[in-house]
């Protein structure tokens, strides 16, 4: 075979060729609107508000299924179960099941904290045993479950309870700015350092849900609530 007046190949393709074909090629929106819309066909737009939809039909799926069968009996495939879509469209959304397991507890610390800035842990309380007695008792079981859940993990998993501090200190940190307001607006008892109320109310929110995650009945615990906040009023 023999080479050309350039010494290369006739049967090569040359780098000058390809940059001689590219520089031939019609530069005109046209063609330009025709090659991005070959490299865009069926590619479906998301928006934002369906992905935060999907992401909070996985979490309310995958909560239940933690609160049902713990962190280590969640497999995959019963997530799957639970949540309705497949290991492909969940792990889409989180990197693998600790991330998944850290959302669903990110999501109810979040939840959890606007309820304690707002309305205080007693009230906290308040509407867990509303929701324990009434229509809403599926839902709140599985979010006892998974506060189950994360107690276990905190004492077993090192790594979690690392990652897990922030979280907790959030929550202990709202109950104590409440308090705060509290005792300036003078409805807070003042004997008793602020410091030490927050640690009684967490530890009266710790083991009602206790109580009420191992399945014990809700009934008659209004009135030791109303003991707990009243300990911690001004008389």
């Not at 049967?11 to 991005?36: D, I, K, S, V």
């Not at 045993?129 to 709140?140: I, W």
């Not at 004997?191 to 809700?218: M, N, S």
């Not at 009243?230 to 008389?235: C, G, I, K, L």
């Amino acid at each position: 075979m023999q080479a050309n007046a350039t010494g290369a190949d006739p049967g090569q393709t040359t780098a000058n060729q390809f940059e001689t074909a590219g520089r031939n090629l019609p530069e005109t929106p046209l063609y330009a609107n025709r090659m991005y819309g070959l490299h865009n066909q069926g590619v479906p737009r998301v928006s934002q508000d369906q992905l935060d939809a999907r992401r909070k039909e996985i979490l309310t799926g995958a909560r239940t299924c933690f609160a049902r069968h713990g962190y280590e009996g969640a497999t995959v495939r019963r997530l799957e179960e639970e949540i309705g879509l497949s290991r492909g469209a969940i792990f889409h959304h989180f990197r693998d099941k600790d991330s998944l397991f850290l959302a669903v507890a990110e999501d109810d610390a979040a939840t959890m904290v606007a309820t304690v800035a707002q309305h205080g842990l007693v009230q906290v309380m308040r509407d867990l045993l509303s929701a324990a007695a009434g229509a809403g008792e599926p839902d709140v079981t599985g979010w006892l479950g998974s506060q189950l859940e994360v107690s276990r993990r905190l004492r077993t998993d090192p790594e979690f309870a690392t990652r897990w501090a922030a979280r907790s200190e959030a929550v202990a940190a709202a109950t104590r700015e409440r308090l705060q307001r509290q005792l300036e607006a003078g409805v807070l008892r003042a004997d008793v350092p602020i410091g030490v109320l927050a640690q009684f109310l967490e530890l009266a929110y710790d083991g009602l849900v206790l109580h009420l995650a191992t399945g014990r009945p809700p009934q008659d615990l209004e009135a030791v609530l109303d003991l707990v906040e009243a300990a911690v009023r001004r008389t």
